[in-house]
C-alpha cells in the first residue's frame, strides 16, 4: 500500500498494464518505470511478459508479472486479486489487451467489454 503522495508525481501508485510485446505495452512499461510506479504486467503468454519484463529500466520498480488468458473472467479477477494482494490497490489500467468498445466502459456489463 502505498503512502502519501507527493503532488505531481506518480512514485507509488500501482499500474496494471496489459497487453502483449507487439502492443503498446513495452514503450508504456518504461515510462511508468521512470516514474517509478509499481507495474502488474498481464500477458497471455510467457514471451510476452519476458518482452515486457525488458522495458522495465529500474531495479526500484516492483514488478509483479501474472499471465493471463484476457478470453477467461477468472483469470481477469485472479490479475486483479493478486495485483491487490500484492500492492494493496490499483491506480492505473492500461488496457491493450483485447478490441477496443465506444461505449462507456462504467455502463456495460463484464460480458459486454
Do not use: W
Amino acid at each position: 500500500m502505498r503512502s502519501q503522495l507527493k503532488v505531481g508525481s506518480l512514485e507509488g501508485c500501482t499500474a496494471i498494464v496489459a497487453g502483449n510485446s507487439r502492443s503498446i505495452a513495452p514503450p508504456i512499461v518504461s515510462a511508468f518505470c521512470k516514474e517509478r510506479i509499481n507495474l502488474v504486467l498481464a500477458a497471455p503468454s510467457e514471451h510476452d511478459i519476458k518482452q515486457m519484463l525488458s522495458a522495465v529500466c529500474s531495479a526500484r520498480t516492483k514488478v509483479l508479472s501474472v499471465t493471463t488468458d484476457f478470453g477467461n473472467r477468472n483469470a481477469i479477477t485472479s490479475l486483479v486479486e493478486r495485483a491487490l494482494n500484492e500492492f494493496g490497490c490499483v491506480d492505473i489500467l492500461v488496457n491493450n489487451s483485447i478490441l477496443e468498445t465506444i461505449y462507456p466502459y462504467h455502463r456495460l456489463l463484464f460480458e459486454e467489454i
